[in-house]
């Protein structure tokens, strides 16, 4: 290295360690701002309050939200999500999970699993019983079934339907570059106290090619948390979100003091900025600080994106901020 390089190269990290001790001093918690629980579409309410029940009945937080998304995935009605969810190109339903614990900042995933109907508890007990971060395809699946789950057939009549009526549409293999069907279970939720955990839970993009990973699992996408910070969650068109790594976007702007709902936006905006083709998506993010204080928006008005907040013993519906 030339004494101009090394100048640069020590100037440069220098300048990394200023913005490192500046710009992500943690934010001061608020004690006794009391439990938050923050969850994606209307799915979200029931999911929330569950994760509300379990929480005040002396689970952990992992385990509120754990449970809490383990609701709309047994739910067949919830073709997004678990049991019922629209399967791949081939007719297997593949699901990808991710939990992350804001306190050891350590994230459990799985990726492409099929015939475990709540890969939210694997990915859990992929940070309990594991030094690993992520599982996928058939080794999530023989690690899920020696923990003990139960195989099962994930398709139900109406998702066979869907499936047997997509195949039998004229051109369908133009689905390698359309993107179908794109939900998820988000959800993000502080005991109000600085603790964060995020997880979601989907069973990706109908008629996916098989082994296709969305972002819901993936750290730093569909989910992130940090103590020090707080959490988000995200929900949509997978395929464009996790070149954006849209969670810890966002988690890091609020490490630089922006709330949790202009950091939603500003992530949002800058996703227009770097391709305005990003305006006709369809992508939507959910964030929590560890103050309790909530944050939630959609990049245009299609489909109309709301999510479920609770918060002092109730839950409602809200809409997010539509940016474009
Ligand atoms: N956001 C869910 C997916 O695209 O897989």
Known sequence: ????????????????????????????????????FLATWP???????????????????????????????????IMSVGYGGLPNEDGEVELDAAIM?????RAGAVCAIHSIKNPISVARL???KTRHTTLAGEGAYQFAIKEGFKPMQLLTPAS???WLDWRSTPNHEQFWVNPANHDTIGFVATDGKGHVVSGCSTSGTAWKIHGRVGDSPLVGCGVYADD???????????????????????????????SPQDACVDLIKHMAAT?????????????????????????????????????NGTSKMADAIVVY
């Open 275 to 311: 391709d305005p083709r990003n305006r006709e998506a369809f992508i939507c993010v959910i964030a929590i600080d560890n103050r309790g204080r909530a944050g939630a928006a959609s990049m245009n008005a299609g489909p109309k994106f709301q999510y479920a907040i609770w918060q």
């Open 126 to 128: 992929v940070i309990e």
């Open 160 to 162: 066979l339907q869907q």
């Open 101 to 105: 614990d804001g306190t050891r900042h």
């Open 228 to 258: 020090n910070v707080g959490g988000a969650s995200a929900t949509g068109d997978g395929d464009i979100m996790t070149n954006y790594c849209t969670s810890v976007s966002i988690v890091h702007n609020m490490a630089r003091g922006a």
């Open 43 to 77: 799915h979200g309410k029931p999911a929330a309050d569950r994760a509300a029940e379990v929480f005040h009945s002396g689970g952990s937080l992992l385990d509120a939200v754990e449970k809490g998304i383990n609701v709309p995935e047994d739910d067949p009605k």
């Open 1 to 36: 290295m030339n004494e101009l390089d090394r100048r640069d190269f020590i100037r440069s990290v220098a300048g990394a360690a200023a913005l490192s001790a500046t710009d992500f001093a943690a934010p001061t918690v608020t004690p006794e701002a009391g439990p938050v």
